[in-house]
T-cell receptor
Framework: AQSVTQLGSHVSVSEGALVLLRCNYS??????LFWYVQYPNQGLQLLLK??????LVKGINGFEAEFKKSETSFHLTKPSAHMSDAAEYFC????????????FGQGTRLTINP | GAGVSQSPSNKVTEKGKDVELRCDPI?????LYWYRQRLGQGLEFLIY????????KSGLPSDRFSAERTGESVSTLTIQRTQQEDSAVYLC??????????????FGAGTRLSVL
C-alpha cells in the first residue's frame, strides 16, 4: 500500500526566505508524485508532478521538487517566499497502473510573515 | 465548462437526512474521482469511475455512501442517513486517464457538507 508523510502540519517563513516543505512516500512500485496547492475556499491546483523523467521537477509559481529514490522523498522548495504563497500544500502519490487514485499526505499549511 | 464544477458549494443538513452532491467533470475527461477532506486532514479517496468500466468503490467508508455516473458526464455522490462524522469537504476531480500516461487530475472547488 502506498502512503505519504508530510513533516510539519504548519510551516512559517518570512517573505523572501527559502520555502521547504517535506514529503516522504512509501510505495512498492515506481511512483508518480505530485504537489498540489489549495488556496482558501478553492479546489486543489497542481503545482508540479514527477513521472519518472527528470528527478528535478519545476512547477508553477517558482516552485520545484526533487525526487530522491534513496531517501523516498519529494520535498518542495522555493528560493524566495512571496505573500501570495500562503496556502495549504499537499503531496500525493499514485501508482503507474490501475485506478491511478491519489493518496494524499495530511497537508502543510504555509504561512508567510511580512 | 472550463473546469470541474461542483454543486452545491455548501450544504447544511440534519443528522439522518440524505444528501446528493453533484459533479460536472471537464468535457472529454473519461475518469472521475471523488475524495473527502475532513477538517485539518488530507484527502481520502472515495470512488473512481473510468468510462464504462465498473467503478472502483474501494474507498467508500460505509454502505451509506454511493455514487453514480452516466457515461462520461455528471456524477452524483449520495450519502444516506447522514451522520455528524460525514461533515467534510467533498472534492471531485476528473482526468483524461489515457492508457499508459499519467494524467493530471483537475479538482473542483468542493462541496462543504455540514451535518448538524
Amino acid at each position: 500500500a502506498q502512503s505519504v508523510t508530510q513533516l510539519g502540519s504548519h510551516v512559517s517563513v518570512s517573505e523572501g526566505a527559502l520555502v521547504l516543505l517535506r514529503c516522504n512516500y512509501s510505495s512498492s512500485v515506481p511512483p508518480y508524485l505530485f504537489w498540489y496547492v489549495q488556496y482558501p475556499n478553492q479546489g486543489l491546483q497542481l503545482l508540479l508532478k514527477y513521472t519518472s523523467a527528470a528527478t528535478l521537477v519545476k512547477g508553477i509559481n517558482g516552485f520545484e521538487a526533487e525526487f530522491k529514490k534513496s531517501e523516498t522523498s519529494f520535498h518542495l522548495t522555493k528560493p524566495s517566499a512571496h505573500m501570495s504563497d500562503a496556502a495549504e500544500y499537499f503531496c500525493a502519490v499514485s501508482e503507474l497502473q490501475g485506478a491511478q487514485k491519489l493518496v494524499f499526505g495530511q497537508g502543510t499549511r504555509l504561512t508567510i510573515n511580512p | 465548462g472550463a473546469g470541474v464544477s461542483q454543486s452545491p458549494s455548501n450544504k447544511v443538513t440534519e443528522k439522518g437526512k440524505d444528501v446528493e452532491l453533484r459533479c460536472d467533470p471537464i468535457s472529454g475527461h473519461t475518469a472521475l474521482y471523488w475524495y473527502r477532506q475532513r477538517l485539518g486532514q488530507g484527502l481520502e479517496f472515495l470512488i473512481y469511475f473510468q468510462g464504462n468500466s465498473a467503478p472502483d468503490k474501494s474507498g467508500l467508508p460505509s454502505d451509506r455512501f454511493s455514487a453514480e455516473r452516466t457515461g462520461e458526464s455528471v456524477s452524483t455522490l449520495t450519502i444516506q442517513r447522514t451522520q455528524q462524522e460525514d461533515s467534510a469537504v467533498y472534492l471531485c476531480a476528473s482526468s483524461l486517464d489515457l492508457a499508459g500516461l499519467k494524467n493530471i487530475q483537475y479538482f473542483g472547488a468542493g462541496t462543504r457538507l455540514s451535518v448538524l
